[in-house]
């Protein structure tokens, strides 16, 4: 059974890792514990490049800019909306998201990381930490998107 993707706002996702191979988490500043922590994501503009748009996400995101790409996904990864989940207007009639994710490598300093970047902040906080806790720290329902994200990425992991 195929899944109708166009019933899924296109979205980027980014796993940024650093030197050492160890992935950037960020807490989400309106998400309670205990499933707060993610990687950047977000939309794509109508007509932009997916690999523009993931960083451009992750520059508004985390203050980066400065990074080397390692790699993506061969295909859209969807996911669906929980019930109940409070969503902008834009989105009605949408299941949920299909994303493309990206890897990433830091080549300047850590010191760029400036959550305030761009206006109202996304994370209120950041840690180092390895890539396969990312599907313990999202929440429930985007979980198998972070397995298998882990599993692509995993060649680039400490």
């Not at 993506?72 to 949920?96: A, C, H, N, Q, V």
């Not at 930490?129 to 720290?137: C, I, K, V, Y």
């Amino acid at each position: 059974m195929s899944i109708d993707l166009s019933l899924y706002r296109p979205n980027v996702g980014v796993v940024l890792f650093n030197p050492a191979g160890q992935v950037w988490f960020g807490r989400r500043a309106d998400t309670p514990e205990p499933w707060n922590w993610q990687f950047p994501q977000g939309g794509v503009d109508d007509g932009e490049d997916l690999e523009a748009a993931a960083r451009r996400e992750l520059h508004e995101e985390t203050g980066v800019r400065s990074i080397a790409l390692l790699g993506r996904t061969s295909e859209w990864i969807p996911y669906d909306f929980p019930e109940g989940l409070p969503s902008p207007k834009s989105w009605k009639g949408l299941k949920g998201q299909r994303q493309q994710w990206f890897a990433f490598r830091l080549t300047g300093h850590e010191d760029e990381i400036d959550l305030n970047a761009h206006g109202e902040p996304e994370f209120d906080a950041w840690r180092w930490g390895r890539l396969e806790e990312a599907p313990s720290l999202i929440v429930p329902f985007k979980r198998p998107v972070y397995e298998q994200v882990a599993r692509v990425f995993g060649e680039w992991a400490v």
